[in-house]
């Protein structure tokens, strides 16, 4: 059995809904504006997805209740994040046991507050594994789950096949992301991969706009532009 192979059949294992390899040698010079250092090392990565329980996401439309919150924040962030980072680093002792360099990456820490990112944008590893688009609010958005995805990244050398095809955009005209936005945040501008991520998100908004529920003794979690959006609400194959 082929190593990628024996990595997608403990994610079945594991309830990994997504498993594909992004080619990161010719975007680098692209990605490095929100990536750390660590990406110089390796040539690919492995994007690493689950899909989100309707059941939790759909919270986010109803009442700014502790209830509601809470659940949210629990199941739709925190517990899911450890399995990403578990089963990245299980991923990580299987390449390195079959004699390659491997580096899982923290599913949701950043590096740099600054500027806002992580080692590396697991939403741009997904789009280069084929996973999807990036939305006009800066998530992936995949055909059939829309945004309702967290992802993480394993960094490797091990010599997977690289995905080629890379799926363009389906936002459209669509702007419910921009409008759902409690902090106007989001532009509405659809995405250009060479372009900075501020024409698109004025991320400091969204961290006030946080920063401001910590204040009023409420949980640090938003998340309505992943509810609004049609792709992930109406399960939209294309």
Not at 46 to 51: A, C, E, H, P, R
Not at 82 to 101: M, T
Not at 174 to 179: H, L, P, Q, V, W
């Amino acid at each position: 059995m082929e190593l990628l192979d024996k990595i997608k059949e403990l994610g079945d294992i594991h309830a990994i809904d997504f498993i594909g390899v992004a080619g990161l040698t010719k975007v680098k010079n692209d990605i490095k504006e929100i990536s750390g250092s660590l990406i110089d090392e390796y040539p690919r990565a492995l994007s690493i997805g689950i899909v989100l329980q309707d059941s939790i996401v759909d919270l986010l439309s109803g009442s700014d209740n502790y209830e509601n919150a809470l659940e949210n924040k629990i199941h739709g962030y925190d517990v899911i994040m450890n399995r990403l980072d578990n089963f990245a680093s299980i991923v990580g002792s299987v390449i390195q046991r079959n004699g390659y360099k491997a580096m899982p990456l923290p599913a949701s820490e950043r590096i740099d507050s600054t500027r806002v990112c992580a080692s590396l944008s697991h939403k741009l590893t997904a789009r280069l594994a084929g996973f999807g688009w990036i939305g006009k609010s800066c998530l992936l958005i995949n055909p059939k789950y829309g945004p309702r995805v967290r992802w993480t990244s394993v960094l490797t050398d091990a010599p997977f096949e690289e995905n080629k095809e890379i799926l363009e955009g389906k936002c459209g005209d669509c702007t419910n992301c921009a409008k759902a936005c409690p902090s106007k945040a989001i532009i509405g501008r659809n995405y250009v991969a060479d372009e900075p991520r501020e024409v698109r998100l004025d991320v400091r908004r969204c961290e006030e706009h946080l920063s401001k529920r910590k204040q009023e003794g409420k949980f640090e979690i938003c998340g309505k532009c992943m509810y609004a959006c049609p792709f992930g609400m109406q399960k939209i194959t294309l």
